[in-house]
């Protein structure tokens, strides 16, 4: 047998001698040899895995020209050492799969051998690997569900750059627990790529998160590790509430119902509301006049107004969000009928003439 990697070093046949145990045939037998090359060629890998340091996708190439003696195909990662990818990939079949989040580590190429019944080539075709990156850059997001503990608004998001967004279908957002995307609840549908924001319902329940995450999608695998956003929950509440009862009658009200504004929240806020209310969540409640725009920190009542079973004067909040007419927790005050009662009235006629 010939060992393989054995040098030609020129030599274009294989001679075999019959040998008596006296001496060496004169004239041997003979075998004119080719070398074999079979290299595979137009190798390709695009990295569909959209994290950095990790690669996924499928490697494949053109096979040689003549397949004879080629039993197998072997693909690796190579660079600083050398790793197999899966195993070896039969004759016939011209494409291995580099699984999703495979480390990259300190390889730099895919590289493609053949393989024989015998020996694997020692010199591959190979190409360098591009480690694609695709995370989107700044996320923005203000709360215009103005209550403690529920969020609402839209969640936008800076693409990534030209080089890295060729690569995403999708965008996928979420709730978490942490930067990582621990404990992760959907935020809507998959955001197809070109689209870079998504709406949060209004009171949607915000217990247990603290955080936004974005993950980008390619065709094969969505993201391992997303951009984050820390949520910061806006709950301006007004103070102060108090009614100025103005009409003198029991059982009525007039006059003007004032209030301080909201502090550092005041930003999100567009308008109030005030209503009278049978209990301070609003029950039965009726609206007082109509909205007022953030600057303008009272409403006018009237007189006469009926007092009936109402307890309380409540102010909501409302912010921009169109799905959202206002709070859904308010501001309240205890209302107080004032009522001035006069007694023991007398007249003393003073003028002395008839009529």
């Not at 690997?129 to 850059?137: A, C, E, I, L, Q």
């Not at 936004?212 to 103070?239: C, G, H, K, M, N």
């Not at 109030?272 to 039965?284: F, K, R």
């Not at 799905?323 to 023991?344: H, K, R, W, Y």
Request: net charge negative; with cysteine.
């Amino acid at each position: 047998s010939v060992a393989p990697e054995m040098t030609d070093d020129n030599f274009t046949y294989a001679l075999v001698y019959a040998r008596s145990s006296l001496e060496e045939q004169t004239t041997p037998g003979q075998h004119r040899f080719s070398d074999s090359v079979r290299l595979v060629s137009s190798v390709v890998f695009t990295d569909l895995d959209l994290d950095a340091g990790d690669v996924g996708g499928q490697v494949s190439w053109d096979p040689p020209n003549y397949v004879s003696h080629i039993a197998h195909y072997s693909v690796y990662l190579e660079g600083a050492g050398k790793s197999q990818v899966g195993f070896d990939v039969a004759v016939g079949s011209n494409v291995q799969v580099v699984q999703v989040n495979t480390l990259l580590g300190s390889f730099t190429y895919v590289s493609v051998y053949t393989k024989s019944s015998l020996v694997e080539q020692t010199t591959p075709v190979y190409i360098t690997v591009s480690d694609t990156s695709s995370t989107v850059g700044s996320i923005l997001f203000t709360d215009r569900d103005l209550d403690d503990g529920q969020i609402g608004g839209v969640v936008k998001w800076v693409p990534p750059g030209d080089g890295n967004v060729t690569l995403v279908s999708h965008y996928s957002v979420g709730l978490a627990n942490d930067t990582a995307g621990t404990g992760r609840s959907e935020i809507g549908s998959l955001v197809p790529v070109g689209a870079n924001e998504i709406s949060v319902h209004a009171n949607t329940d915000l217990t247990g998160y603290s955080h936004i995450v974005v993950y980008s999608r390619s065709t094969l695998a969505e993201q391992t590790t997303p951009s984050f956003l820390v949520i910061s929950d806006s709950s301006p509440f007004v103070a102060h509430i108090e009614l100025s009862d103005e009409d003198l009658d029991e059982g009525e009200l007039g006059g003007r119902l004032q209030w301080s504004p909201p502090g550092d929240s005041l930003t999100e806020v567009t308008h109030y509301l005030a209503y009278l209310a049978l209990d301070a969540t609003g029950t039965g409640r009726s609206q007082l006049g109509s909205e007022v725009p953030v600057g303008t920190n009272y409403v006018d009542v009237g007189d006469d107004i009926p007092i009936g079973a109402f307890s309380y004067a409540l102010v909501y909040c409302r912010s921009s969000l169109a799905i959202l007419a206002e709070q859904t927790t308010p501001s309240f005050g205890i209302l107080n009928d004032t009522v001035l009662n006069i007694s023991d009235a007398g007249f003393v006629d003073s003028d002395l003439d008839s009529g």
